[in-house]
């Protein structure tokens, strides 16, 4: 008896001391909707400001601390502009005939991003930058690695993206 009061008086001290951790969104409680307005792009790759927006708007869907919804209905609408796609080799092969060619790469991607509240002229978080970066290995189709390995990078600068938005506060 004495025993099991004492894991009870313990339990109970330990519930009414917590070191201040929260359960839920850490998103300012104002804000419960967002918009991706599209994105510009500012680099030679092709279809990025498309992928980029679209892994932004998945991205806010995963994390659940807003909801996205329609630019005309959101709390804050989320500006982005991708500043950089850079491709570096990770790894060579060696051919037949003595020369070598890469066949691993990383490619690197930075946006640049806005929280706008509409009707507001000071941005609710002015512009930051945020990166994601991806591995990826080329086969038969050259090209078909490079695009997959950009949406692998776009998604993890979209992740933190939204990190930085979403626990801003």
Request: aromatic residues 8%; hydrophobic residues 45%.
């Amino acid at each position: 008896m004495r025993v099991a009061a004492l894991m009870m008086l313990t339990l109970l001290l330990a519930c009414v001391s917590g070191c201040g951790y929260r359960v839920g969104s850490l998103m300012h409680p104002q804000i419960r909707t967002v918009a991706v307005a599209p994105v510009v792009n500012e680099t030679i790759a092709y279809n990025v400001s498309a992928e980029v927006r679209g892994l932004l708007c998945e991205a806010f869907m995963t994390d659940g601390s807003l909801k996205l919804v329609d630019m005309s209905k959101a709390d804050c609408i989320v500006y982005a502009r991708v500043l950089g796609v850079n491709f570096s080799e990770i790894s060579w092969a060696t051919k037949s005939n003595d020369f070598d060619v890469p066949n691993q790469w990383r490619v690197s991607l930075l946006i640049e991003y806005s929280v706008v509240i509409p009707g507001q002229a000071k941005p609710l978080l002015t512009a930051r930058k945020a990166s994601g970066s991806a591995d990826f290995q080329t086969g038969a189709d050259q090209e078909i690695g490079r695009r997959n390995g950009i949406r692998q990078a776009a998604y993890a600068a979209a992740k933190n993206v939204v990190a930085g938005i979403t626990e801003a506060w």
